[in-house]
């Protein structure tokens, strides 16, 4: 008798901690912060990683990184929202990303998430960025795996039982598996609790498509769970490969900007798209929370990357969308962004 298939909405095991579903934020560089976590909690998703932090800039107490880039809020850990049929509500849960060269610096670096009250932590080992790779971290790690793993063994020390998952590239070039082979000496030398596989090589960034037969097969062979991202985009999609792999779960990374409907839909709450109001909605929420994260002046500025993640969600005519997202851009305060947003000045759709 055959076993029966996970879904994505079953809990599962990262080292101690019980996740409630199988679905999960991705670390987002410059992005995931604390309010771009909760709008994917708020839609159903299990974990949510934080966007990669500098593991010398917590060691040096810099003011930024520790009193924004590690805030916590405590709406974030509140209970996420059951699927259709489940009883029951655990805590969402907080990953931390942490990137760095230095095993002594990780060590202090990990302790101080730790202390700011992470459930995990998250190493980048596969930042394809060239201002990171230099230093010696990110990809950079996939060619100096002792280097990765004393960082991981590290990190396990000033974490004190937090689970710590590292997140890698299948390689650093095309064709090359240094990542699946770093996965599972990561996991039998430096006790790593899960590996965060993006099936694709540091060079080509987030082009091709993903290699998901070798993440499949580093499933089958790596003694820890799997966790999937890369090319997550369409809800049938991210089905499909998370079966087709048997990944303990899928990290939604850019699939998920300005759509946090995705968790819905994968988790089974939601079937249709969100109508246009939704969005609108959603994005004043998101404002407000730029406001309360970065005060007025900093949040009109931060906000402009995520305009037009929403506006291709509103489906406006092209032109009006163009137009639209010019305007956005140019907007001087978010008094005229909130104008520009009006309900009654838009075509907007209902949902479908």
Known sequence: MGSVPLRLTDPWMLGPLEVPNRVLLAPLAGIGNWFVRLQAKRYGAGMAVSEMVSSHAIHHNNERTC??????????????????????????????QLFGEDPAVMRSAAARVRAAGADAIDINMGCPVPKVQKTGAGAA???????????????????????VTVKLRSGR???????FELAHRLVAEAGVAAIGFHPRSAAVHH????????AARLVASLDAPVIL????NEPEHIRDVFHATGAAAVML???????????????????????????????????DRAVEHLGQARATRYLRKFYPWYVVRLRLDREIAKRLQASLQAAETLGQVRALLDPERLPLAVAA
């Open 141 to 163: 790690l996939l060619a100096d795996p002792n280097r990765a793993i004393a960082l991981a063994r590290a990190a396990c020390e000033g974490g004190a039982g937090l689970p």
């Open 253 to 287: 990374a850019r699939g998920a900007l300005g759509n946090p409907w995705l968790f819905e839909q994968l988790l089974g709450s939601r079937h249709e798209q969100p109508s246009g109001e939704e969005v609108l909605k959603e994005l004043n929420w998101t404002i």
């Open 229 to 232: 991202t890369g090319g997550l």
């Open 207 to 214: 082009k091709g498509t993903p290699d998901y037969e070798l």
């Open 67 to 96: 009193n924004e880039m590690l805030r916590i809020h405590p709406d974030e850990q509140e209970p996420v929202p059951s699927a259709p049929g489940e009883t029951g509500a655990p805590a969402g849960l907080v990953s931390i």
């Open 173 to 179: 070039r095309p064709g090359e598996t240094d990542g």
